[in-house]
């Protein structure tokens, strides 16, 4: 069993900035990629920024120049820099990762999320 856990989230007012982080603990062997997700009021969830296990990176048009996602393999913890805040950028934010556990299986995994709320 593999478990995410979310931090990070809060208040903040437009042009501010928070980090997110995602921390997996339990059976885990490897992790090949993170995600960050979003889902806000009404819409569907959609992708932030995700990172592979050779450190490509991609993200959503809406936050490119702003957002910044990073891992720390020996942690099992990927983090979500934000910086320069919109109040559309108001959501829960959910880690996702797929995992390898210690059985050699591949599976994905999702956190509880977090919320960031930004006011203008």
């Known amino acids: 069993q593999v478990h995410l856990v979310e931090s990070g989230g809060g208040l903040v007012q437009a042009g501010g900035s928070l980090r997110l982080s995602c921390a997996a603990s339990g059976s885990v062997f490897s992790i090949n990629a993170w995600g960050w997700y979003r889902q806000a009021p009404g819409k569907q969830r959609e992708l932030v920024a995700a990172i592979t296990s050779g450190d490509s990176t991609r993200y959503a048009d809406s936050v490119k120049g702003r957002f910044a996602i990073s891992r720390d393999n020996a942690k099992n913890t990927v983090h979500l820099q934000m910086n320069s805040l919109k109040p559309e950028d108001t959501a829960v934010y959910y880690c996702?990762?797929?995992?390898?556990?210690?059985?050699?299986?591949?599976?994905?995994?999702w956190g509880q999320g977090t919320q960031v709320t930004v006011s203008s």
């Open positions: 996702n990762a797929v995992v390898v556990t210690d059985a050699f299986r591949g599976y994905e995994y």
